[in-house]
């Protein structure tokens, strides 16, 4: 362990239940990530983080040997923390045996499981901040919903302490909270004006403790909100409140590989055919996904 500033530098061996499939774990967090808050970075994806003693950075090495080697960059007293954090992201206390077996049960997806068994759900560590991404994703492609969110970085997130990026990074900011957001002006927003009110509705909610994303109730709040419908609820639910169940039909992805798959396309149907793969849903959206040919499902080089 080595000091910088007020930071411990630690590397931690992460465990998990094998199997784990990390192509599309990795290749959805980098194909997302946004710039100066995440990166591929020296084999690794990286990314920062606002924790109660100040910002850090973790590193996450794909699994070799049966663990996940974490590089902590934070205050000591975020050690623990950040460790969390780092599991959520990659969803590590997942139970692949339980998951799996569940989804085998269904003859559509049991050749997609026996392929690439383990695949998780990719997580967030900040439900305020993903919801905020989702609102900048809704119906646009992965690279435009990136392109605005580092607009408000740079705008509005806060800057990382001189050498707590590793050198060469591109890391830094930390993501914005709701209350630096609440300073957007439209005119920094290059996008429909429903989609701006959508915006500015949610983080002006997130702000005032009106939607709180923590607490029980945070599907129906977020979901009362204008502007907000269940494709961004339940992205929400599966990205950032690791919710096993969440589900999303209207999603063009699901729908497209419904399609190849011989599923049914109409939301109503493919939802009614999904309760067999309950409570793990968010799963069977995983497997689905890597139905497609898109960046979301390739491991970064």
Partial sequence: MTASGSWIHRTVALDFTAPLRPDNLYGHLVATAVPGVEEWFDGAYRRTLRLPHGPAVVSLLPPLGGVVEAELQCDPD????????????????????A???????????????????????????????FAVRA??????????ARTHAARLVRAHGTPLPD??????????????????LTALTDDELGMPASRKRTLHGLVAALADGSVDLRGPHA???LGALRGIGPWTVDSVAMRALADPDAFLPSDLGIRVAAKQLGLPERDRD????????????????????????????????
């Fill in 219 to 221: 599907r129906d709040q």
């Fill in 78 to 97: 975020d050690r623990a923390e950040a460790v969390r954090l780092a599991r959520r992201l990659l969803d590590l206390d997942a139970d692949p045996a």
């Fill in 270 to 301: 493919l939802v009614t055919r999904a309760e067999a793969w309950r409570p793990y849903r968010a799963y069977a959206t995983q497997y689905l996904w890597a139905a497609l040919d898109h960046a979301v499902n390739t491991m970064p080089v």
């Fill in 135 to 144: 609102v900048l994703g809704q119906q646009v492609s992965t690279a435009a």
């Fill in 163 to 180: 050498g707590l990026a590793p050198e060469g990074s591109s890391l830094t900011h930390l993501f914005p909270t709701p209350h630096q």
């Fill in 99 to 129: 998951v799996d077996g569940a989804l085998r049960a269904d003859p559509v997806l049991r050749p997609l499981v026996d392929a690439a068994p383990g695949r998780r759900v990719p997580g967030s560590p900040d439900p305020d901040e």
